[in-house]
């Protein structure tokens, strides 16, 4: 089973940039497809993007296209989001999401594993 912490949230300015990291421990990393998920109050959950396990295969939400990047580095067990050109509709709690076997999902119900979410707030 795999543990999953978030970090690098925090209150940013419209345009400002973040970049968030999911450290992984207690399972072999570089056998789950890696995920970044969001919820705003009110909403449902929502995909942001997903990594295959060797990091070569991204797909990502038409709202992060062209603005988010997801990267991992397998020897670190992290996965990072970096989050440039930010809205304040990208404010929610973004969670990093864990799929065994690896097969590509943008549901997050699909998932097995997840960390326990950073805030991330855009506003002036």
């Known amino acids: 089973q795999v543990q999953l912490v978030e970090s690098g949230g925090g209150l940013v300015q419209p345009g400002g940039s973040l970049r968030l990291s999911c450290a992984a421990s207690g399972g072999t990393f570089s056998r789950y497809l890696m995920g970044w998920f969001r919820q705003a109050p009110g909403k449902e959950r929502e995909f942001v993007a997903w990594i295959s396990l060797s990091g070569i295969a991204t797909r990502y939400a038409d709202s992060a296209k062209g603005r988010f990047t997801i990267s991992r580095d397998n020897a670190k067990n992290t996965v990072y989001l970096q989050m440039n050109s930010l809205k304040p509709e990208d404010s929610a709690v973004y969670y990093c999401?864990?799929?065994?076997?690896?097969?590509?999902?943008?549901?997050?119900?699909?998932?097995?594993?997840w960390g326990q979410g950073t805030q991330v707030t855009v506003s002036s």
């Open positions: 999401a864990a799929r065994d076997g690896g097969v590509s999902s943008v549901d997050y119900t699909d998932y097995n594993y």
